[in-house]
């Protein structure tokens, strides 16, 4: 079975864009009817986006609301910010397969194989890959490469949940989930979720779901109430363990569970050997939102 993590090569066309894409513009896309599709297949159109260097207001901005210091090094997890709207461009394309209404983020695994400078120039490349069925429909792979020069230092792959919808029988099968690590004897942090964080973390990151701003959109896809990014948490578990996160690491996580906005959670990081494993629970520990692993390379 193939490496999750690996950065993978195929042949495609790669489509160079002048400047990130528009998100409000690809939402409202999104809203319209889609045409009707005999196969489903996945795009083989590559997106390249080539970013000088980083936005430093936008930059402390997303350190701000995911608790990150401000320094001269990129978060781990900023770049997916950056990859996002060429992440929706391929999920709004035509040939598509999945409506990008309803789709859930359920599981992120970063690959960095050194920091990120605020001042590198960054070339981004964002694919479609990997469809395969999910006992509640079909899954899907974005992943987000990052060079720097001709060097691959860090990739992203971001497992996407289209409920009910259905996979050719040829899809590839779906890489097992990362077992929850035993956490007993860990000290939790608490935090307390923020109602208006799903506002404030789509302000930067441009993820304006409907299901993470208002209860209300939210109940009309099934969710009780408005909840939490997932990449927001995966951060904010990252920005926790602070300096005690290797520099070149693999950082795996699968969201389990919604985070609702509002809510009381506790935070449980132990460390492995090597690394750390990681949780996000209900503040009574009956819930589990997220699991995930931080490994050095």
């Known amino acids: 079975m193939s490496d999750p993590n690996a950065l993978a090569e195929r042949a495609a066309d790669v489509v160079s864009l002048g400047r990130s894409p528009r998100l409000p513009r690809l939402y409202a896309r999104a809203l319209r009817p889609r045409p009707r599709r005999v196969e489903t297949l996945l795009p083989q159109t590559q997106l390249e986006l080539t970013v000088p260097a980083a936005d430093l207001d936008h930059l402390a901005a997303y350190s701000r609301v995911c608790g990150f210091p401000i320094g001269d090094r990129l978060p781990p997890t900023y770049p997916h910010v950056l990859a996002f709207?060429?992440?929706?461009?391929?999920?709004?394309?035509?040939?598509?397969?999945?409506?990008l209404a309803g789709m859930v983020h359920i599981r992120n695994v970063i690959n960095q194989q050194r920091p990120l400078l605020v001042t590198d120039a960054l070339r981004i490349r964002v694919r479609a890959e990997r469809l395969a069925a999910h006992e509640k429909?079909?899954?899907?792979?974005l992943v987000n490469e990052v060079y720097v020069g001709d060097d691959p230092v860090w990739v992203s792959r971001s497992t996407y949940l289209a409920r009910g919808a259905a996979a050719p029988g040829?899809?590839?099968a779906p890489e097992p989930e990362v077992p929850a690590a035993d956490l007993s004897g860990a000290l939790p942090m608490h935090w307390r979720v923020p109602r208006d964080l799903g506002r404030r973390y789509a302000g930067v990151s441009g993820d304006?779901?409907?299901i993470h701003l208002h209860p209300l959109a939210a109940r009309l896809f099934g969710f009780p109430g408005a909840i939490a990014h997932g990449m927001w948490t995966k951060a904010r578990c990252l920005a926790a363990l602070g300096p005690r996160v290797p520099t070149a690491m693999t950082i795996d996580v699968s969201f389990r569970r919604?985070?609702?906005?509002?809510?009381?959670?506790?935070?449980?990081a132990k460390g492995s050997s090597p690394g750390w494993d990681v949780a996000v629970v209900s503040s009574r520990g009956a819930k589990t939102h997220l699991t995930g692993s931080?490994?050095?390379?």
């Open 208 to 210: 304006i779901n409907p």
């Open 137 to 141: 429909g079909a899954q899907v792979d």
């Open 85 to 99: 709207p060429l992440q929706v461009q391929q999920m709004t394309a035509d040939d598509f397969p999945f409506a």
């Open 258 to 268: 919604p985070l609702p906005l509002g809510s009381s959670v506790r935070f449980l």
């Open 170 to 172: 040829t899809a590839t």
């Open 294 to 297: 931080v490994r050095p390379l």
